[in-house]
């Protein structure tokens, strides 16, 4: 088994864990409306590439979803870093 076969099982097995935790995830298009209302596109492109934005877990090939906590708490750094 490779080493991309064992970070696929790795993320299936953390986003399992989320799931029975509770915890909510946030797609792409979700993400884009949660940060307000901007493009999918936009979003991908500019923010998710950010290396201070949270990474995401990858589901069923190219799917990708965020921990919708991380997201809030980027979010909030954010504005914490504007008012600074």
């Known amino acids: 088994m490779g080493a991309e076969n064992e970070d696929k099982k790795d993320n299936t097995v953390e986003l399992i864990a989320a799931l029975v935790a509770g915890d ?11 940060l307000g209302g901007i493009a999918r596109r936009t979003f991908l492109e500019k923010i998710a590439c ?31 870093n504007r008012a600074a």
């Open 24 to 34: 909510r995830w946030l797609s792409a298009d979700s993400c884009a409306v949660f």
């Open 50 to 80: 950010r290396p201070d934005f949270p990474a995401p877990s990858r589901i069923l090939g190219t799917t990708k979803l965020w921990k919708k906590s991380e997201v809030d708490q980027w979010a909030e750094r954010q504005k914490v």
